[in-house]
């Protein structure tokens, strides 16, 4: 008998030393706390011996108390099962409420049934959790596009804007790389730099043609943030937030049609024509890439808007327009320079490739029918860039060309 007394004292011994050292909160109880360690005590914020006064269920909310008295008692009755709560609501003495997971059984404690709980403290992570939800909740209302990826390019989360923008869905885009969204406006070398930007762990911004699944196009103002492990070493995720930036890129090209474009006959108009000289003339410097310079005005337009009205004029003027277009090179520069005359830039001509394309499209107009209706012949004055020269003595010189082809008695080409 004095044996058995030991080992049940050497046993009681051992779990208070462990009990008394341990980080969570443990207890004995049947009416009342039998026992409880120094972790429960701050946890509650009363000290032992206050506990040992107070019922289990007098640090529940009210409501609850009657769910708590009940189940003490069928474990006081020796009924043997195991309880585990989540999500407790424990009422401290300075009457804060503190998130706690509680696990308990069933015991014999001095010869009677008792319940043996473990108590821990969750409140950080329920608040991470409401935190997380409150987080992913705003992911899903946002208007913007976002999703996230893993390291290998695999969508692991997308909201719902996502899915409205490019009218897949959700099962359709987990799993998948982000080029289910390509385009193909794009070069493989903006891609290469995206994602060498973003496995360095550096934020990377552009933006981004896209398609839908209807195969529309959509310009999408994009932001990849990569996520990195807690040491912020190896990058983990990324995140993509992407804002629909179309109507303002096609309202944004629209004005720069209306300021570039002559609106009659929809050709680039002086202003653009003077961007596409600097750009050769800024090559002939750096590499002496030749090129020419042709004017071409109308002969007796006056004379077919007195004869016509206007609105044959402007039609003429579209179809010669579309026309010269079409029989110049896509390498080559074309505006109408004002009124009745255009302006061509030939990319590297020198002056017989010149002469020889001018007189070509001479006599192409003269022996074609615009539009199946008129008749028009046109003189063109060429020139070509020389060393020294200046935007303005260039289109002078051919100017003056033109005029010499037209005192010549016109439908021809003169150079100079």
Not at 99 to 105: G, I, L, T, Y
Not at 286 to 291: A, I, L, M, N, S
Request: hydrophobic residues 40%.
């Amino acid at each position: 008998m004095q044996a058995c007394v030991e080992l049940i004292q050497e046993s009681e011994d051992k779990f208070r030393k462990i009990a008394e050292n341990s980080l969570v909160g443990m207890f004995i109880y049947n009416d009342y706390f039998l026992y409880v360690n120094d972790a429960f005590c701050k946890m509650t914020g009363y000290t032992a011996a206050e506990l040992l006064k107070m019922h289990p269920w007098d640090l529940v909310e009210e409501q609850d108390k009657n769910v708590f008295q009940e189940l003490i008692q069928r474990r006081l009755q020796g009924e043997m099962f195991s309880f585990v709560h989540n999500d407790s609501l424990m009422v401290r003495k300075d009457r804060d409420r503190l998130n706690v997971k509680v696990s308990a059984e069933t015991i014999k404690y001095k010869g009677k049934y008792a319940g043996i709980g473990v108590t821990m403290d969750i409140s950080d992570i329920v608040k991470k959790n409401e935190m997380i939800k409150v987080l992913m909740q705003a992911l899903s209302q946002s208007d913007d596009i976002i999703f996230i990826t893993d390291v290998q390019g695999s969508i692991i989360h997308a909201n719902d804007a996502l899915i409205k923008k490019y009218g897949y869905t959700l099962e359709e885009v987990i799993g998948q790389q982000p080029s289910i969204f390509s385009s193909h406006q794009h070069e493989k070398s903006f891609y290469a730099h995206l994602w060498e930007t973003i496995l360095r762990g550096d934020n990377y911004n552009a933006v981004i043609i896209n398609q839908k699944k209807d195969a529309s196009l959509v310009y999408v103002d994009t932001k990849i943030t990569p996520v990195k492990d807690e040491k912020r070493e190896i990058v983990s995720y990324f995140v993509t937030t992407a804002r629909d930036i179309t109507k303002r890129v096609e309202a944004e090209e629209k004005l720069r049609q209306q300021a570039t474009m002559d609106p009659l006959t929809q050709v680039a108009n002086r202003y653009q024509f003077e961007l596409y000289f600097d750009d050769f003339i800024a090559r002939f410097q750096r590499k002496d890439h030749p090129f020419a310079i042709l004017i071409l005005d109308i002969d007796h337009f006056k004379n077919l808007n007195d004869e016509h009205g206007h609105l044959v004029g402007d039609e003429v003027l579209k179809a010669l327009s579309q026309f010269i277009l079409q029989n110049i090179r896509s390498i080559d520069k074309f505006a109408r320079w004002g009124g009745e005359e255009f302006i061509i830039l030939l990319d590297g001509a020198l002056e017989h490739e010149a002469m020889h394309t001018a007189e070509k499209l001479n006599k192409a107009i003269a022996t074609t029918r615009l539009n199946d209706l008129y008749c028009i012949t046109v003189s063109i004055g060429v020139t070509v860039y020389r060393q020294n020269d200046t935007k303005q003595r260039a289109i002078e010189r051919a100017d003056m060309a033109l005029y010499a082809a037209k005192d010549l008695g016109r439908n021809r080409v003169v150079f100079n």
